[in-house]
């Protein structure tokens, strides 16, 4: 029988997620922790680790234990565990976390960021106190009551003018859609796609519209090629258009998944002499509304008729905008067309549920209590 494990202090668990958060992950071996370290070893390593070792584990496996929505995403941005974080100064992601609360750099330091990393340390604790396996231990009794793996769909009914509306939510990669008439991409200004081995959602898009050969070797690479053949056709290769401007393409490969038309959106403009890009909200409410335009467009000339559309979060990864900016400056296009009568299919696609929760608590009405009233 493997031996109890011995549960951290809160207190000194806490003063070394504070450390953590001035540093950020990508010097954590530089750090002196050895409350989480300590926690780190009664954790099995799995197949791999971290790039910052077991002390990221212990962190993300936290982390990922605080049920979602704002308190997991400022606790990710405040650590540099969120995607793209890794190396931010401590300033950018405290600002980042704030952005996430609505509230200013001052107050957030003030009453929200000890709230957030009090939290990471608590599950930092509870990991250890409710004996999650250690290398070399058996792992315990399955057991389906207490934890369920979430929905990777949702339907959401938010009402709009009148009329309830429903919204589905994907959480998922954007591959994996089907039976979606327009997926809605990200791009550049110069409508020049990522490598497809890269993450993105334009990146991914394209790798999964190529069309290989039976033993997975590139055939034709469909949609940056037709991306390609759009910006020859209206003038622009090489030169910047209009943030907001859309360009369609087929869906490549992706046609045998009933995924019908791309609408790639030129949102990122890139900075001169740097790999980042800048994303104004105002050009992804212009870009959408531009998606809507296109489909009345072109519904009409398909059979069937073009009905259902699924939008990504805008600007949300590189651009820099938090997820509720994004899913805002997104929301303003979707409401305001919904608002007039279009009886347009709506889907969301995200990868991870603490975005979906956001979208869900976002889009779900709020029926008031009793002393509300």
């Not at 990922?64 to 606790?75: I, K, P, W, Y």
């Given at each position: 029988m493997p031996p109890s494990p011995h549960v951290p202090d809160h207190g000194a668990v806490l003063a070394e997620v504070r450390k953590v958060r001035r540093a950020g992950v990508v010097r954590l071996r530089a750090l002196d922790v050895p409350a989480l370290a300590g926690a780190a070893r009664e954790l099995p390593r799995g197949d791999g680790e971290s790039p910052g070792g077991p002390v990221e584990k212990v962190l993300r496996l936290a982390v990922?234990?605080?049920?979602?929505?704002?308190?997991?995403?400022?606790?990710e941005y405040s650590l540099g565990l969120a995607q793209g974080t890794r190396d931010w100064p401590a300033a950018d992601r405290r600002r980042r976390a704030a952005q996430v609360y609505g509230v200013s750099v001052e107050r957030f330091r003030k009453h929200h960021e000890l709230m957030v990393l009090g939290q990471v340390a608590e599950q930092v604790v509870q990991l250890v106190a409710q004996g999650v396996p250690r290398r070399g231990a058996p792992a315990p009794p399955y057991d389906p009551s207490p934890d369920r793996m979430p929905a990777a769909h949702r339907t959401l009914h938010p009402r709009i003018d009148r009329r309830t509306v429903p919204v589905t939510v994907h959480v998922h990669s954007v591959d994996l859609l089907r039976d979606i008439d327009v997926v809605v991409s990200p791009t550049n200004i110069y409508f020049a796609l990522p490598a497809p081995y890269k993450s993105s959602v334009s990146a991914t898009l394209r790798r999964a519209g190529a069309h290989r050969d039976p033993v997975g070797g590139l055939v034709d690479d469909t949609i940056d090629d037709e991306l390609r053949g759009w910006t020859a056709r209206h003038g622009s290769p090489g030169r910047a258009a209009q943030p907001g401007t859309v360009a369609v393409t087929s869906a490549g490969a992706l046609t045998g998944q009933g995924i019908r038309r791309i609408y790639h959106v030129a949102v990122a403009v890139p900075r001169p002499e740097t790999n980042d890009y800048d994303v104004q909200p105002a050009d992804i409410t212009r870009g959408v509304a531009r998606v809507f335009a296109l489909l009345a467009e072109e519904s009409g000339l398909h059979d069937p008729p073009l009905r259902s559309v699924c939008l990504p979060l805008l600007g949300a990864g590189r651009g820099g905008l938090t997820p509720l900016e994004s899913f805002g400056a997104l929301w303003a296009a979707v409401e305001a067309e919904l608002a007039r009568?279009?009886?347009?299919?709506?889907?969301?696609?995200?990868?991870?549920?603490?975005?979906a929760d956001l979208l869900e608590r976002l889009l779900t009405p709020h029926v008031p209590a009793e002393d509300d009233r």
């Open positions: 990922s234990r605080m049920g979602g929505g704002t308190l997991q995403t400022a606790a009568g279009a009886d347009w299919e709506i889907h969301f696609v995200v990868r991870r549920h603490a975005r």
